[in-house]
């Protein structure tokens, strides 16, 4: 089976869906500017009095558990709260879940009271989210396990919360713990970037955000478009130029991209 990756980007272009990001402090800027490359439309409200209204104007709602703090947290809830209300999807990125007690409390309070569209997250996230004893990196990946243990363990926790889990590795993962999209797509000069997973994130909510029928597909979609155009922006790098380039090409590359160029670039497999 083909996947229409294209027309999941060509819908978040047409529809320009309303974003509510609750995100990291330290990337809040790149993560609007990302959601506005792929044609959505990003607002970044995070104060509790405000988030529930926010939230009820718009089409999708991400939620990053970077830079956390009581107010924050409440506001999240709230929002993750208003959301469940209207039946509008919610990602979650669990920023560096397995650096504090504390940031596990707030994750483990989300996946109890908010019901997820998507968790995205790389693999150690998920590895500490499913209740795995590992030693934290802080907020970075750390050491991803094999294909044939991440795949499973991402399977099983998407069927036990009625979630999409996508966690992104050498080979990322997308599945709803029934269909698994494994796509090979990506730079490893994306690590060396501040932010470009909670931007994954963002770009993700857009996707679902404007193909609220079809998430698996839209989830993979945004996954595919983030690697190819990390892609594009390492290769185009020329001498002397580094990650600050990188940073500026990848948003040019999101916003240059097509429909049509990211089915043609696209490349995965499906596991079912």
């Known amino acids: 089976m083909e996947a229409a990756f294209g027309k999941r980007l060509d819908r978040v272009r047409q529809a320009s869906p309303l974003v509510h990001c609750i995100s990291n402090l330290v990337t809040a800027n790149d993560c609007a500017n990302i959601v506005l490359a792929a044609g959505a439309s990003p607002i970044m409200a995070d104060a509790p009095e405000e988030v529930r209204e926010i939230t009820a104007l718009s089409r999708a709602l991400c939620l990053s558990l970077g830079t956390p703090n009581p107010r924050k947290a409440d506001a999240m809830f709230l929002a993750g709260s208003k959301a469940a209300e209207l039946g509008l999807p919610v990602v979650f990125d669990p920023v560096g879940v397995g650096a504090s007690a504390y940031r596990q409390k707030i994750a483990q309070k989300l ?105 698996l597909e839209a989830a993979a979609a945004a996954v595919c478009m983030m690697g190819l155009c990390g892609e594009r922006a390492a290769a185009s790098l020329t001498g002397g130029e580094g990650t600050g380039t990188l940073r500026i090409r990848l948003m040019d590359a999101v916003s240059n991209m097509t429909g049509e160029e990211l089915d043609q670039g696209a490349n995965y497999e499906l596991y079912c």
């Open 111 to 215: 996946l109890q009271d908010v019901p997820l569209t998507v968790l995205r997250c790389n693999a150690s996230e998920l590895q500490t989210l499913s209740g795995q004893s590992l030693v934290s990196r802080g907020v970075d990946a750390g050491k991803a396990p094999e294909l044939e243990t991440l795949l499973p363990l991402a399977g099983r926790f998407a069927a036990a919360h009625h979630c999409i889990v996508a966690v992104t590795g050498a080979e990322d993962i997308v599945t709803d713990g029934t269909t698994a999209y494994g796509i090979r797509s990506g730079t490893p000069l994306l690590r060396q970037v501040t932010g470009t997973g909670c931007m994954l994130s963002v770009l993700t909510a857009a996707f679902v955000g404007a193909n609220p029928e079809a998430p």
